[in-house]
């Protein structure tokens, strides 16, 4: 789920929700239309099975509501440092149109291809779940000792307007969970957005929560303030901290933050969090300024710095280019960061039109050789004139960068019947961009056979790790004619063919 505070038309980012409205929209998958896989990519593998919520009658805030049965959309997943064939994936499943989805499920392997269910409990729709209509926002990392840390937002719509911060943990590979945790919980008019988690890759039984906390009182055109969260645990999720603020926006109205997310230099030990810096005009209806920006802490958590600007968010409505009407719903303002473990580079991927003159998003890339203070100017990792959306990152253990993303390569000029979308696969030898490989590993589906919320939507996210020799990714992909089946999540370990060192 995502809220950002801007109807359009935008001048800065784009977004799904306006201020009246106060929706909290998402779409759900598109459909593999008559392309087959790529030959020379591996083949992806289905860890979406059945439908665990099928029969639950939880959630309907009116009678326009919809439910989009079958539906798995937003995926992230966290492989086992010890074990890279240890794999767990999370998933919303069965999406609403109005926001949130009836309840979170994991997906989890030992062997890398076997998948099977589990359900997060994380909505009343999950067995022994929380007691929350919905939920949204699927996370998951796992630390050194194994832990599997999953989180999520448990949302409430007709007994109240409570948004939740919900954290578990799992020992056994995600099979089971436990230690379920609201780590924080607020009542309009703040509302708990777009939470990530990470557990720290050197400091067993440490991870880490943060999200974006928004205040507009009262709801509509007045002071809006969205300063970033931070929950921490230190003994494998059985507790955590109370929440507290660590980046702040109360020096300038109408600021809000949005896409925190950290990583963590495995030979330091030190943390970054990334985020999207975006403040409006007092009547919130236009973007003046939108930047990334970084904070760090070398203790743990305990202390931050001060921020740093890492890029422009140059992003803008994310749209059919042969129908500017219909609207999708992907990544735009949400930063993918990622730290080589030999050099401690830092690298950042996002959506941004810089190269297109602002006529569409492109997949960019910046990166930084010291510990975040510079940034050089943004790389053009996506292909020239197509537009693409949602860049996740990783860097294997040669320090090859990785970056997944959707495009439209295959989209016909005058077609507005149908958006043939591709998932495709970038690796950049030590982060260069002259030594740039791509290939397709994904089939080629109509992203508008997904449901419409607000916009088509296959995830405001989706997901890439390191897997040792190379990287694993998880995404949406969509089933042509399949009204109650429209997506499915498929994950594969590629190799990056970075070079030996």
């Known amino acids: 789920m995502r809220r950002v505070f801007l109807p359009p038309p935008l001048t800065a980012v784009s977004t799904a929700v306006t201020t009246s409205a106060l929706l909290l929209v998402t779409v759900t ?54 074990d ?18 009836r309840g979170l499920v994991a997906s989890w392997t030992t062997d890398g291809h076997s998948f099977h269910r589990s359900t ?64 924080h919980v607020d009542e309009q008019p703040f509302f708990n957005d777009k939470p990530s988690i990470t557990a720290d890759p050197i400091r067993q039984g440490t991870a880490y929560q943060v999200w974006d ?46 896409g925190h997310a950290i990583v963590v230099d495995r030979h330091t030990g030190t943390l970054y969090d990334f985020y999207d810096r975006i403040t409006y005009t007092d009547d919130l209806s236009t973007v003046t300024e939108a930047r990334y920006e970084v904070v760090t802490s070398t203790d743990a958590g305990e202390t931050w710095s001060a921020p740093a600007t890492v890029a422009r968010d140059t992003s803008v409505p994310e749209v059919d280019p042969n129908d500017p009407t219909k609207l999708l719903r992907a990544a735009a303002t949400l930063p993918s960061p990622a730290v080589d473990p030999k050099s401690g580079a830092l690298y950042m991927a996002y959506e941004g039109s810089d190269f297109s003159g602002g006529r569409f998003d492109s997949v960019q890339l910046v990166r930084s050789t010291d510990g975040g203070r510079t940034w050089g100017t943004p790389e053009l990792i996506s292909p020239e ?17 990785a970056l997944t993303y959707y495009d439209l390569r ?35 589906f109509d992203w508008l056979q997904a449901p419409y ?44 063919h970075g070079p030996t060192p």
């Open 29 to 82: 998958g598109a459909t593999p239309a008559a392309a087959d896989r790529n030959p020379d990519s591996t083949p992806l593998v289905k860890v979406s099975q059945g439908d665990p919520y099928a029969h639950c009658t939880i959630g309907a805030i009116s009678p326009e509501s919809t439910v989009y049965p079958g539906t798995e959309v937003e995926p992230y997943l966290s492989v086992d440092p010890r």
């Open 84 to 101: 890279p064939k240890r794999v767990v994936t999370v998933y919303q499943q069965d999406r609403w149109n109005d926001g949130a989805a």
């Open 120 to 183: 997060l409990p994380f909505s009343l729709c999950a067995p022994g779940g929380a007691d929350y209509e919905r939920a949204s926002d699927p996370w998951v990392s796992t630390g050194p000792d194994g832990t599997v840390y999953a989180s999520g937002e448990g949302v409430d719509f007709t007994r109240s307007t409570r948004s939740a911060l919900l954290a578990a943990t799992s020992h056994d590979g995600g099979r089971t969970w436990q230690n379920l945790t609201t780590t």
């Open 213 to 258: 906390r928004l205040h507009n009182d009262p709801p509509g055109p007045s002071s809006l303030d969205g300063p970033g969260y931070i929950s921490l645990t230190r003994d494998g999720g059985r507790t955590w901290s109370e929440a507290r603020r660590f980046v702040d926006t109360g020096a300038v109205p109408n600021t809000q933050t949005i």
């Open 385 to 401: 004139d197509v537009p693409a959306f949602s860049p996740s990152i990783a860097v294997d253990e040669r320090g090859t960068v």
């Open 410 to 444: 295959f989209l016909e000029p005058g077609d507005t019947t149908t958006l043939p979308t591709a998932y495709q696969l970038a690796t950049l030898p030590h982060g260069n961009p002259e030594l740039r490989t791509e290939r397709r590993i994904s089939r080629v």
């Open 453 to 496: 919320a607000g916009g088509y939507f296959l995830g405001d996210y989706q997901g890439l790790v390191a897997d040792g020799k190379g990287v694993r990714a998880v995404l949406t992909e969509t089933n042509s004619d399949a009204p109650q089946n429209r997506t499915d999540v498929y994950t594969s370990s590629l190799r990056t």
